[in-house]
Each structure stands twice: as structure tokens, then as C-alpha cells.
């Protein structure tokens, strides 16, 4: 497949600053596919083979150069388990990059994802979902480190013994001491901290603890759409002095109220519409509120079933992207959207 989009502001943008989008769940995806566990074969051969909103046709149809996967597990898993999940879906990461040498590059750092993107490769890093999956332990949290994991959400949808999430009871205020003692050890290493499912408390909690910037991996803005998962604007407000970037998802329920009420009353009756256009108001709030250099992308994709038309698999990127360029966004802004600021983020973690 070929670029999905000929507009020229998105292919100049595009051509500098690939996307670097926030998070995927192909890994746990392909965990829970039946036909072939953590399989890594089939994967090059485009939507025809089905299984998933990911391939690597699609995602070079997308524009897309670097991928943070996900590697996940759920949070009612005991932690000793979720460590073992989350170490098959880091070897699911490896084989899949060592099957596609031509395709995939690992990358630890932001002159990695250049070197994949002069060799022509996507930039493959690691974000591990989840606070849990390292067990209450600093030296797990230091071996992920090692097998390439660049961030770590907090928490996923249950508080841990350590900070509270943004779908559970708040127990913690925000973080205990071992959660800023987390935050810590994650800036000493080099790990990115992630916002993406904590409560608005940790948010604040972990942002006057950090001394690098952080990221939302896939979030939305709670201005908008009230869902406890979105950023609300004091929050956003204060990614600017801090560094870091919203990357925001395009996950319907995220993205408007009535979708979100939908899914709440069990998802019967007609499925309220989502657009393209709903995803833009969210990216231009995230952009007014924080600021044009403190934004991103957090597709999400692999992580739930329905998209907005359009941005059905990973290779709509660029149909966002012309309709941002046909509000008026300039290529420099597009750049810093898709890739830029995400760039800065890494080299500066």
C-alpha cells in the first residue's frame, strides 16, 4: 500500500515527522487470537488477512514510522501473573520486529527512531500498560527497562497498592510514597511516566513529582467528553512547563458523551454516530489548552472494535490529517502533531 493521502501539507508533514502514535494493542491482540496465539506470521500481508487493525501495510498506508506497543495485561490479574504477561507480549514485540527485519527496528531512544527512519524501517518501541505489571518491585520496573520498555501507565482500570486509577475508588490521594518513589526511579532510568488511566488526583500527583516530561498515551480531553479516562484542562495546562504531550485517542467512547452514555446503558438502541470531525475538536482543544508543541497521536488500535468512519485500521492517519490541514493547519503543524513533539519527548525522558 501507498500513502493514503496525495494532500500536500500532510505528505510534506509526513515526509519530515512520520507518526509516532502512543499506543497499540496488537500484542495482547494476538494473545487472544484463536488461529495463532502471539503469532507472528502473516502479518505483511495486508487487510486482506483480517485478523487485526494492524499490519504493516496498513501501517506504512498510515505514515506511520514509530509504533509504541502496548504490551498489557489486565489489572484483575494477580501481579505475578501480569509480570509473565507482560513478558510474552514483550518476546511477542522482539520475534515480531526480528521476523520483519526490513520493516521494524527496535528503539530505545529518539536517535533510534531517526536511524529506522533514514533505513526506511518503523521505529518499534515498548509502553507497558499498567503499574501492576511490575508487581510493587523497582527492580522488575529496572528489567523492563532493560528489555526496552520506554513508558509505563500507573495504573490501568484498577487502583494499585500504589496510585489510584481513573475507574476505580480513589484510595491512595493520588500516589503513596512508593508511587513517588516509582516516579522517581522511572525518571532515573529514563522511562517515560504515563497519565493514560489515572485518576485526575495522580495526574497532578506524579506531575509535581517528575522531573522529565510525561505523556498520555491515549487519552482524550475530559472537556469534552466527560469520561473518566480524559484529561480535564488543569491538567493539560500544566503540560507546557512540564514538557510532555497528549496523545489523543480515538476511541469513540472517549471522544463524545453520548457514545460514552451508549456503552453505559449496555450498548443497545442505535449506536450514536462518531466522526472524524469529533476526533479534530478533541486535537484542537488538546492544541488551545496545552499548546501546539505539547500534542499527539494515541490511536488505540487493537484495543477496541469500533472507529470513527474513516480511521476504522492504522492506515486513516492521514485522512485525519487532511482534514486538519483543511481547517487550516500548516505542515510545520501537522509535523509537530504526528511526530515532533513526540520526538522531543523521548530524547528528553
Known amino acids: 500500500m501507498t500513502l493514503a493521502s496525495t494532500h500536500p501539507a500532510v505528505v510534506e508533514a509526513l515526509a519530515s515527522f512520520p507518526v509516532i502514535d502512543g499506543h ?13 496465539r ?37 489489572s484483575t490479574l494477580p501481579e505475578p501473573e501480569a509480570v509473565v504477561a507482560t513478558l510474552e507480549q514483550i518476546d511477542f514485540v522482539h520475534r515480531f520486529v526480528a521476523r520483519h527485519p526490513a520493516d521494524l527496528a527496535l528503539a530505545w531512544s529518539a536517535d533510534d527512531v531517526r536511524a529506522a527512519w533514514a533505513s526506511g524501517r518503523i521505529a518499534s518501541l515498548l509502553g507497558a500498560e499498567g503499574g ?12 523492563l527497562a532493560r528489555l526496552g520498555v520506554r513508558y509505563m501507565t ?33 525518571n532515573a532510568i529514563g522511562m517515560i511516566v504515563d497519565l493514560s488511566h489515572v485518576s485526575a488526583q495522580t495526574m497532578h500527583a506524579a506531575l509535581d513529582e517528575t ?11 475530559r472537556a469534552l467528553c466527560g469520561h473518566p479516562r480524559n484529561v480535564p484542562d488543569d491538567v493539560l495546562q500544566r503540560l507546557g512547563s512540564n514538557g510532555g504531550a497528549i496523545m489523543i485517542a480515538f476511541v469513540p467512547p472517549f471522544l463524545t458523551d453520548d457514545y460514552a452514555q451508549w456503552m453505559r446503558d449496555g450498548s443497545e438502541g442505535p449506536k450514536p454516530p462518531v466522526t472524524i470531525d469529533d476526533l479534530v475538536r478533541h486535537i484542537e482543544h488538546a492544541r488551545d489548552v496545552a499548546g501546539i508543541d ?5 490511536g488505540d488500535y487493537d484495543g477496541f472494535e469500533d472507529f470513527p468512519p474513516g480511521l476504522e485500521d492504522v492506515s486513516g492517519y492521514p485522512r485525519l490529517l487532511e482534514r486538519l490541514a483543511e481547517r487550516g493547519w500548516s505542515a510545520t503543524d501537522l509535523g509537530k502533531l504526528t511526530g515532533a513533539n513526540l520526538l522531543r519527548v523521548i530524547g528528553d525522558s
Not at 505539547?294 to 494515541?298: A, D, E, T
Open 24 to 36: 497499540n494493542d496488537l500484542a495482547w491482540a494476538a494473545r487472544e487470537d484463536a488461529t495463532d
Open 294 to 298: 505539547h500534542i499527539g497521536l494515541g
Open 211 to 221: 522531573r522529565a516530561p510525561v505523556i498520555f498515551s491515549h487519552s482524550s480531553c
Open 154 to 186: 500507573l495504573t490501568h482500570n484498577d487502583n494499585t497498592a500504589w496510585a489510584d486509577s481513573a475507574t476505580d475508588e480513589p484510595v491512595h490521594g493520588g500516589l503513596t510514597d512508593f508511587g513517588r518513589a516509582v516516579v522517581r526511579e522511572m
Open 132 to 143: 501492576h505489571s511490575i508487581a510493587g518491585s523497582l527492580p522488575v520496573l529496572r528489567e
Open 38 to 74: 502471539y503469532g507472528v506470521e502473516g502479518l505483511d500481508a495486508g487487510s486482506a488477512h483480517g485478523r487485526f487493525q494492524t499490519d504493516l501495510p496498513r501501517l506504512r498506508a498510515g505514515g506511520v514510522g514509530a509504533q509504541f506497543w502496548s504490551v498489557y495485561a489486565p
